[in-house]
């Protein structure tokens, strides 16, 4: 979804991942550092953590301010990253003040059907229809962008669905060092790459990375440019 600097799988992927658990990954490509970062995977213990620290990584973010209250917030960043556990793979760093969360090619988009099996089933508890609306059509719109941008490479390219940094951290070189690490991680290669932001902060780190700039989309249920940016195409 965005990037901010501010239950075990339950589907089987297409294609094999490496060992789960904590990897020291060589970073090869080179555009990127090469010396060895470490990534952590997330467990299922360590779900709710992860979200709090989305929902403070997110507080600031425009779109995310825009569509959710603060308690909605929360509640959202669980069912992302369980989404994210279920259906990909969700990291943090050895200090805990990052959470990235990844989807491989060929997972799931996070469409509505796949967000209630990841227990956004309690949403209407927590949301208005109006809101649980304007997400499910912000997605939609997120994906048309994608694959305009991607064209038939779409079906192979890795989503970085969110990379957050506690607030605490940034400056620190937080949000660069995970990202390096699960790229390695989750053995991304010269494999398209592919994200959205709404944080003008975030575009010079993803352009160190190899990441460019694709497209700027103005949606009127964001209420604020989106950057959507692209690896390895």
Known sequence: MTLSFSAPAAHRLPYSLPDPGRTTAKVVRPDLPTHQQPAQRLADAQLAWAADLLATAYAADPLWQRLL??????????VLVRYAMQQGRAYTNPDR???ALWLPPGADAPSATCLLRSGALLGPWHLSIATIRQLVELRRAQQARRHRHLGERTTGAFELLALGVHPAARGTD???SLLVATMAAMQVGNAPC???TTNLRALPLALRLGFRIVGEANDPLAGTPQWALARGV
Not at 69 to 78: I, K, L, M, S, V
């Open 174 to 176: 937080t949000g660069r």
């Open 69 to 78: 209250t603060d308690p909605q917030r929360a509640w959202f960043c669980q």
């Open 97 to 99: 003040t990052a959470v």
């Open 194 to 196: 592919y994200c959205e």
